[in-house]
């Protein structure tokens, strides 16, 4: 879609219309992946007898794959062919996710499902990031990453709770797998009547930017610019631990004799508090070290995911999800802008691209390990190790990412 280059000035209370949009549509698109958040252990177990961790991990695997991939090419295409364009792809791609999953006849139906969920993913939730960097430009760019991820995770939130409630009161299958119609077809509408292309906001940031061109911009992302390939470490291993969050805490839960409405009110506290609390770090990172908050965050999610597996009071249970929750709520925009900050606008949306390619290959990965360390050493070894994985995530990032200052 074309615009006057004229029209298409940067700033976020200049494009508070389309912004507010983008929000709403990322809420939707975390309302998706939500559905899967509480309920699915059980489902794996009741519709298809699965047993083995490692087997019902792997939906999460093939999610974070696809997802991962996606990623890549969304942020390789976006000038191409439009954010826009692929923001309508992907929620086209998401309508039969929630029909697979009521009539899946068996489980490789729901490893496919969860094949387009990821597909979606990679293109609408990369589009919406990308986006809202085009329309706020650097003065905002943490706040606006931090209100995208807001409406995306408090959204899993809410449908991991919504989802758990369901299934306490009609069962795992068919009527929570109803929410997701929903969202498919209403983020699909407002995407194609109400939401504009940002691609030409890219014209007058080119003449200001002070980041450097790349000359590979896969390499110098995943492992030559330290402070990019600092950055994108952290974020596979936030998602490895979130995959072993996402697939092994509902089962550490029913182990200790919780029913899906109370294991539903614990998984969904995680994601709900990394979702309100993006609203205040993502501001924050437009002012404060960018690096330091990266290394805390990183910290404060390792020891709850350590804390886990040796308490089972409700209470203690729901504080441990609150403090992953803020950890994961003062790295994840972080993530973002960072990556955005260090590199040139045109180079922007493929950087963001290859960080979320890794970043998300962190489902997969961590689906493996844990599924496999979960089925020979037990869950505790499971959380135990990740937390591990996490706590030396941090130490990268303090002895390889440049020291910063703050934005503003």
Known sequence: MQMHVATAIQGLSRNKGQFALLV????????????????????????????SHSAMLSFIMAFGMSKAISNYYTGRL?????????????????????LLLIYAPGWNWVVFANILLGIHQGLTWSSTVVMKIDLVGEKN???????????????????????????????????????????AVTGLAITVFFVKDTTTYLVSEQKDSLAAMMGNVFAETTFRNKALSAVTQAGLVNNLNDGMVWGLLPVLLMTYGYDQLHIGQVTATYPVIWGLGQVFTGKMSDH????????????????AILLYPFFQGFGVLVALSVLLGAGTAIVYPVFLSAIAEASHPVQRAESLGTFRLWRDLGYAIGAVISGLVSDFFGLSAAFVLTAVFTALSSLILQM???TDQASH
């Open 288 to 303: 404060v070290s960018k690096k330091k908050m990266l290394v805390t965050g990183m910290l404060l999610q390792a020891g």
């Open 141 to 183: 760019r943490g706040l606006a990453m931090g209100l995208n991820e807001f409406a995306g995770y408090l959204a899993v939130g809410v449908a991991a709770y919504l989802t758990g409630y369901i299934a306490t009161v009609y069962g795992v299958t068919p009527y929570p797998f109803y929410l997701g119609i929903f969202i």
């Open 78 to 98: 976006a000038n191409r062919f439009g954010r826009r364009n692929l923001l309508i792809v992907g929620w086209i791609l998401s309508l039969p996710v929630p």
């Open 400 to 402: 390889r990412m440049p």
């Open 24 to 51: 709403l549509v990322n809420a939707f698109v975390g309302g998706m992946v939500g559905l899967e958040r509480t309920i699915f252990p059980e489902y794996a177990s009741q519709q298809f007898g699965l047993t």
